[in-house]
């Protein structure tokens, strides 16, 4: 069973930065797109960014695009979200998924279901 764990979040100051982390077990982590989800207080559950199984593509959502990058090691099965440059609208529960077989780009499809989600972390961005 595939199990994620997203670890990192916190407070962190308008302009500032913050990295977050997924562990994931139970799973062959190199053949799984690897992806970060947020949803904020009153709003629907959002992509963040993806990095694909076979060639480390990425891929981010316009808002975040330029501030924020997402990268995986395959040798300790993680992937993390450094997040740089961060606005107020930033703030929300940030949540790892893993899916099989799929691109950074697949994974941007609005409802595509997932193998796996974690728990969540919050990050919270004060103004």
């Known amino acids: 069973q595939v199990h994620l764990v997203e670890s990192g979040g916190g407070l962190v100051q308008a302009g500032g930065s913050l990295r977050l982390s997924c562990a994931a077990s139970g799973l062959t982590f190199s053949t799984y797109g690897m992806g970060w989800f947020r949803q904020a207080p009153g709003k629907e559950r959002e992509f963040v960014t993806a990095?694909?199984?076979?060639?480390?593509?990425?891929h981010y959502a316009d808002s975040v695009k330029g501030r924020f990058t997402v990268s995986r090691d395959n040798a300790k099965n993680m992937v993390y979200l450094q997040m740089n440059s961060v606005k107020p609208e930033d703030t929300a529960v940030y949540y790892c998924?893993?899916?099989?077989?799929?691109?950074?780009?697949?994974?941007?499809?609005?409802?595509?279901?997932?193998?796996?989600w974690g728990q969540g972390t919050q990050v919270t961005v004060s103004s």
């Open positions: 990095i694909s199984w076979a060639d480390d593509s990425t």
């Open positions: 998924a893993a899916r099989r077989w799929i691109t950074a780009l697949a994974m941007g499809i609005k409802d595509l279901r997932m193998d796996a």
